[in-house]
């Protein structure tokens, strides 16, 4: 809807814009059944560059409980400065890179943790906030800049100030409330079953039948 905005705004008819979301499928990005314990896990995925936050993340970990820990997968220009960032907060053993990840073993890796967080600068929707959704995350995500809501994820997920004080206070909060957590990643696992990648297939292939009546 953020892109669709653009389209609306200048000048274009409801009746011929049509969102369709990235694919995750289901079958693949699917939660398990987790053992009680008293460590979290956080997991952040996407290409490492400042407009995804991962440096605000890496600052949220100083005034985070020893119990919670955070995988940053990806690669990109911020790698050196992160490893580095890590390395003089004195958090070596609690943030660790995954700098590269076959897709097939992506939904493995979501179902190690059990938070995401992403304090990512852009407006929309990322796909790594859908696919950790459908892995049975619970999500920490930013107040969005260009929208007044988040898309999409605003009734299931935890929205802080995109900050490294905001992202600590969320991360805190969902971490030591096992019963929120739960609760949230039940809405997102009932809202994402209308986002699927069949459904979204769907879309796209009327949408091409659509097109082509037409011209």
Do not use: W
Request: aromatic share 6%; glycine share 6%; with cysteine.
């Amino acid at each position: 809807k953020f892109a669709s905005k653009f389209a609306l705004d200048n000048g274009v008819e409801k009746s011929k814009v049509s969102t369709i979301y990235n694919r995750v499928y289901l079958d693949n990005f699917r939660p398990i059944v987790k053992k009680t314990s008293n460590d979290v896990k956080v997991i952040c995925v996407g290409r490492l560059i400042r407009e995804k936050g991962q440096r605000t993340l890496v600052n949220a970990m100083k005034n985070i409980d020893k119990n919670i820990t955070l995988t940053i997968v990806g690669d990109g220009e911020d790698y050196d400065i992160l490893e580095k960032m890590v390395i003089n907060l004195n958090l070596s053993k609690r943030v660790k890179f995954i700098k590269s990840i076959p897709n097939s073993e992506l939904p493995s890796i979501y179902q190690e943790h059990e938070i995401f967080a992403l304090p990512i600068k852009y407006g929309g929707i990322c796909i790594p906030a859908l696919e950790a959704t459908a892995s049975g995350l619970a999500l920490v995500m930013p107040k969005p800049i260009h929208e007044d809501t988040p898309e999409l994820i605003s009734d299931y997920s935890e929205i802080v100030e995109n900050t490294p004080e905001g992202f600590a206070k969320g991360i805190t909060k969902i971490a030591n409330d096992t019963i929120l957590r739960q609760k949230m990643i039940k809405k997102g696992l009932k809202i994402i079953l209308n986002f699927s990648g069949d459904v979204m297939e769907l879309k796209e292939f009327d949408l091409y039948k659509k097109i082509i009546k037409n011209h």
